[in-house]
């Protein structure tokens, strides 16, 4: 099972969402059609949230969530309309916030206690503001690829779209007690 962490639905292009007349994506939205927050995040974060997508559609089909700012955890497919939208670009990702944390906590329980096995976390590892709300529930269940350590979004994205294009699963490592931050290792050869 993956957790994607989300774009950043308050950025520039996140806004474009909101406010472009230009933005095919957005006229969806303002004319009140609801779209997959997969599809919405993909467009905000177009490396990245795509490699995440792809990475967890070829390794863990259906069994993958979207952590979102305060709706919880979504699957990559739910729906969302342009009030849903607008909430996710309000609402901050941080620890101390309850809009965020209270929806977060909820769905991760209920995962924990329906779910077996290992959690992996496909976002940044270097923040707590993902890992520390899931290592509290998940423990040493939440694991991370390892090779993410040190790599920034955009190169975290080219290795999770390489690796579903050559059908290789990452090696995963536990988040709790691991190096987190380390050395930025070399740029991924042009693909």
């Known amino acids: 099972m993956f957790l994607l962490s989300p774009a950043n639905a308050g950025g520039p292009r996140g806004r474009l969402l909101q406010t472009s007349p230009n933005v095919p994506l957005a006229a969806r939205l303002r004319a009140g059609e609801r779209v997959p927050i997969g599809e919405l995040y993909a467009f905000i974060s177009a490396l990245y949230f795509r490699g995440k997508l792809a990475y967890a559609d070829r390794f863990a089909a259906g069994r993958s969530f979207v952590i979102t700012p305060c709706l919880g955890l979504l699957e990559p497919a739910t729906p969302v309309g342009a009030d849903e939208y607008e909430a996710l670009a309000r609402v901050p990702i941080d620890t101390g916030e309850p809009r965020y944390l209270e929806p977060l906590r909820r769905d991760v329980v209920r995962l924990a206690r329906d779910e ?76």
């Open 116 to 191: 077996a096995g290992e959690v992996v976390l496909l976002g940044s590892i270097a923040s707590p503001k993902y890992t520390q709300p899931l290592i509290d529930v998940l423990g040493s269940r939440l694991v991370f690829p390892a090779t993410f350590v040190g790599r920034g979004d955009m190169s975290r994205g080219g290795v999770l779209l390489r690796a579903a294009r050559a059908g290789e699963e990452l090696e995963y490592i536990p988040v709790a007690g691991a190096v987190l931050r380390g050395t930025r290792p070399p740029k991924l050869p042009r693909a």
